[in-house]
């Protein structure tokens, strides 16, 4: 069994044929699904989902490209849902900073305020975070420490190799390791991966984006899991079963998976 921790679902991808996707995934061996919030505007979707479907679950977050449509997101409505599980995907992300280093320094801190507003909203609804960090490292770190976090953990979705958020494991959370780790390119990745404890090792798509090898260029899809999967086996010489299980029960764990 493998569980889909990051798997856009209500993207408008797979809206076509999203009962085809779910259940090649289900023939394959995935059996829980959790779609990520970003915007306020896909959350709807993403409820429709997680309530036609019993292996579905949702988290609601604003993705920090989409920092302004904060304060337009009922937090409340969806945080108390019975299948919510998570706040996020929050985050920082300085990878598209632009204009002034003023006007820079202005979003990242715009951004921080939106991250920190929802790690509050974690404790306060006792939902793990789902956290984006993208060329924002030590700044991530030193908010998700400061603001005890630990409190609730969450994940490190689309964990970014650097080490020095490795620390980060004795604090509640795990990393998530999606279809990068199947890449040629992925040195940094491949060479981390090892130093994670395998107790806090989630498995994720983060479709339709990333896919792995061999099938990079086409949608993400939550069946293309088994090839992380089996990519994370090799990598750290433990047997695709045991692979599949430690990471299921770690899913379960962080997310009050039934």
Request: some cysteine; charged content about 30%; aromatic content about 8%.
């Given at each position: 069994m493998i569980i889909d921790t990051h798997i856009h679902l209500d993207d408008s991808r797979y809206n076509d044929d999203l009962d085809k996707v779910l259940n090649r995934a289900r023939e394959g061996g995935v059996k829980r699904f959790i779609i990520p919030g970003a915007h306020p505007d896909t959350l709807p979707r993403a409820l429709q989902i997680a309530e036609a479907n019993s292996d579905v679950y949702f988290a609601v977050g604003v993705h920090p490209y989409d920092m302004e449509s904060f304060d337009e997101l009922d937090f409340e409505k969806y945080a108390k849902h019975e299948k919510c599980v998570a706040i996020g995907e929050c985050g920082l992300d300085y990878y598209r900073l632009e204009g002034s280093d003023d006007e820079k320094e202005k979003e990242k801190s715009r951004q921080k305020d939106?991250?920190?507003?929802?790690?509050?909203?974690?404790?306060?609804?006792?939902?793990?975070?789902?956290?984006?960090?993208?060329?924002?490292?030590?700044?991530?770190?030193?908010?998700?420490?400061?603001?005890?976090?630990?409190?609730?953990?969450?994940?490190?979705?689309?964990?970014?190799?650097?080490?020095?958020?490795?620390?980060?494991?004795?604090?509640?959370?795990?990393?998530?390791?999606?279809?990068?780790?199947?890449?040629?390119?992925?040195?940094?990745?491949?060479?981390?991966?090892?130093?994670?404890?395998?107790?806090?090792?989630?498995?994720?798509?983060?479709?339709?984006?990333?896919?792995?090898?061999?099938?990079?260029?086409?949608?993400?899809?939550?069946?293309?899991?088994?090839?992380?999967?089996?990519?994370?086996?090799?990598?750290?010489?433990?047997?695709?079963?045991?692979?599949?299980?430690?990471?299921?029960q770690n899913a379960q764990k962080l997310f009050d998976l039934q």
């Open positions: 939106i991250f920190k507003a929802q790690i509050e909203l974690a404790k306060k609804y006792k939902k793990p975070l789902i956290v984006h960090i993208r060329d924002a490292s030590r700044d991530s770190k030193e908010m998700l420490l400061n603001s005890d976090a630990k409190e609730v953990g969450g994940v490190l979705h689309c964990y970014n190799a650097d080490e020095e958020l490795l620390s980060l494991a004795k604090e509640g959370f795990y990393f998530g390791i999606g279809g990068v780790l199947t890449f040629k390119n992925a040195r940094k990745l491949l060479n981390v991966l090892p130093k994670i404890p395998t107790e806090k090792l989630l498995i994720e798509t983060d479709g339709p984006y990333l896919t792995p090898m061999p099938h990079r260029g086409e949608r993400n899809e939550p069946f293309y899991t088994t090839f992380i999967a089996q990519k994370m086996s090799d990598l750290l010489e433990i047997p695709l079963k045991d692979v599949k299980d430690i990471t299921t």
